[in-house]
């Protein structure tokens, strides 16, 4: 049986949260060495809530520090071309003051692991999450357009340095396949406590969306599984049919079933949450809707121009050079692109949205 908490929280009182998660999931943290990763996404400013609140940060660095640690790590690898921009990511977001010195660029030195040889023979990891005892997961309560949700499991892919997101985007070819691909890169290292900012959350268009949802809660557990079961339903998504989700149980994971998890608070479903166009449970639903979504209707990046300034970013990051500029506004080809989405990611004015 696995637990989840569910604990009311505002970013000022976020703190007494915190100590209920621990209190829960009890981690030996004396004398060990702590790496604490949150959701860094991209260079964005913490009121866009595109990355984890550093409220909450500050408050997870404080208590682990009461613990007596003999190591505390901060880092993140954001998302696939910001890696450049590990040090100005964190700045931006507030992130690096909240991280109180214990800021690292866990980019900078990695350790290659077997991977799947379906995808590739070897990925590198940051060394600092594998050297470390104890990870701390700090997800948010976000969509995405290509996994549906993006939580406890999909914080993982930070843990890859540099261009590896993009070119494990490139191979994996299909939504389908890349959520295969993110629970590889999870069960490298799963991590042992994740403690997720759901006081503001992201719906519609994520990861990267405009429309924001006040939740006021944080959420926590020990089981990656459990926890996005629970945050799949809270958005009003089936877990059951969400493939990352299918394929993490099928490996022994953890369960998303809900007799399977104790819940330690109020679920609640999100009146009218906004899920994204292709809802991820169209990926893993009847084979015939997977057929028309990749032949006929499926979602593609389109800019808005009302919002593009033409900055030239999207094409510059698509890793299959789908995207042209054409008198001054980028177009995609429908034949070329892989629904990645890194398009939408990156896009500095949120003009790229999924039609
Ligand atoms: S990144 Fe955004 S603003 Fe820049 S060209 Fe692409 S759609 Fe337009
Ligand atoms: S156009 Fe956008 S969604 Fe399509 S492959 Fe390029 S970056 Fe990915």
């Given amino acids: 049986m ?21 209190e829960i999931f009890p981690q030996e943290i004396a004398r060990k060495k702590v790496v604490i990763k949150p959701n860094v996404l991209r260079l964005s400013t913490a009121e866009e809530h595109i990355v984890t609140n550093p409220s909450l940060l500050r408050a997870v660095v404080e208590k682990v520090e009461e ?27 507030g992130l690096m003051d909240a991280a109180k ?8 030195t990695t350790q290659n692991l077997a991977f799947n040889p379906d995808f590739m023979p070897e990925v590198g990891i940051s060394k600092e ?26 914080n993982s892919y930070g843990i890859l340095p540099g261009a590896q997101k ?24 799963v991590p042992d406590l994740f403690i997720m900012d759901a006081v503001v959350g ?27 079961g629970v945050v799949a339903r809270m958005m009003g998504l089936d877990p059951a049919r969400l493939r990352f989700l299918q394929k993490a149980k099928a490996m022994g994971l953890g369960d998303f079933d809900s007799q399977m998890i104790q819940i330690d608070g109020e679920m609640r479903i999100i009146a009218d949450f906004k899920v ?12 015939a809707i997977q057929e028309l979504m990749k032949t006929k209707t499926e979602v593609r990046p389109q800019a808005d121009p009302e919002l593009c300034t033409a900055c030239g970013a999207c094409i510059d990051h698509c890793p299959v050079s ?34």
């Fill in 166 to 189: 993009a070119r494990l985007h490139r191979i994996a070819g299909t939504p389908e396949r890349f959520h295969d691909v993110i629970v590889e890169v999870f069960r490298l290292r």
């Fill in 202 to 228: 992201m719906e519609g268009n994520g990861p990267a969306s405009p429309d924001l949802r006040e939740i006021g809660l944080i959420l926590a557990a020990d089981n990656g599984v459990a926890l996005d």
């Fill in 322 to 355: 789908a995207l042209t500029m054409k008198e001054d506004f980028p177009v995609v080809d429908a034949d070329i692109c892989i629904t990645c989405f890194c398009c939408q990611e990156i896009c500095p004015e949120k003009a790229m949205t999924l039609k």
């Fill in 276 to 287: 994204p166009p292709l809802g991820g449970e169209a990926i893993s639903g009847n084979p």
């Fill in 2 to 22: 696995h637990r989840v908490l569910i604990h009311p929280a505002s970013y000022d009182t976020c703190r007494s949260a915190i100590d209920r998660a621990f």
């Fill in 129 to 154: 999450i594998l050297d470390a005892d104890i990870v701390i997961s700090l997800p948010k309560f976000k969509t995405h357009g290509l996994t549906a949700m993006t939580g406890a499991i999909k």
């Fill in 101 to 108: 010195g214990y800021y690292m660029n866990i980019g900078n």
């Fill in 67 to 93: 613990m007596s640690p003999a190591e505390i790590v901060v880092g993140d690898n954001p998302g696939l071309f910001s890696y450049g921009d590990n040090e100005k990511s964190f700045e931006k977001t």
